[in-house]
């Protein structure tokens, strides 16, 4: 299994709102750059009455070789996997800027998982960002979620 077209098919960069009810994928791109583009043009039409909401920003990221050399890979294994969604807040600050708040939490993809699943599943990253701003999953820093 090639974890980098697996990144590269679901895409890098995904902005994500979620209400109490209802979880919207605003735009996937493997340039930062140009999901973030997509996301406002998306909201643009209601972008009033949605500044200072949240949304999120989920990277998917793939370990780099670098830390795979530099620790034990037996202990990579403990933790979850090579592929993770990194998961921040950001803010809706006008019709031209959104700014990332930080607070990162990190959700990792198990090899079990990315084989039944052939890859990633966009809608399994919106169950859980409706999950998070829901408060039904708690991720703090020391908590290791694997999927």
Do not use: C
């Amino acid at each position: 299994m090639e974890y980098k077209q697996i990144v590269e098919q679901v895409g890098k960069y995904h902005y994500i709102i979620s209400t109490s009810n209802k979880t919207i994928l605003l735009s996937s791109n493997n340039s930062k750059s140009e999901a973030k583009e997509q996301a406002l043009d998306k909201l643009k039409p209601n972008i009033e009455n949605l500044i200072g909401k949240n949304i999120y920003l989920v990277k998917i990221l793939k370990v780099s070789k670098k830390v795979l050399d530099e620790n034990n890979t037996d202990k990579l294994k403990l933790v979850g996997g090579t592929i993770y969604a990194n998961i921040e807040n950001a803010e809706i600050i006008n019709d031209h800027r959104i700014k990332n708040l930080g607070g990162a939490k990190q959700i990792f993809f198990s090899k079990k998982y990315l084989s039944d699943h052939n890859g990633i599943d966009l809608m399994d990253i919106k169950k859980i960002i409706n999950q998070i701003h829901n408060k039904i999953l708690n991720i703090s820093l020391f908590d290791i979620k694997i999927l």
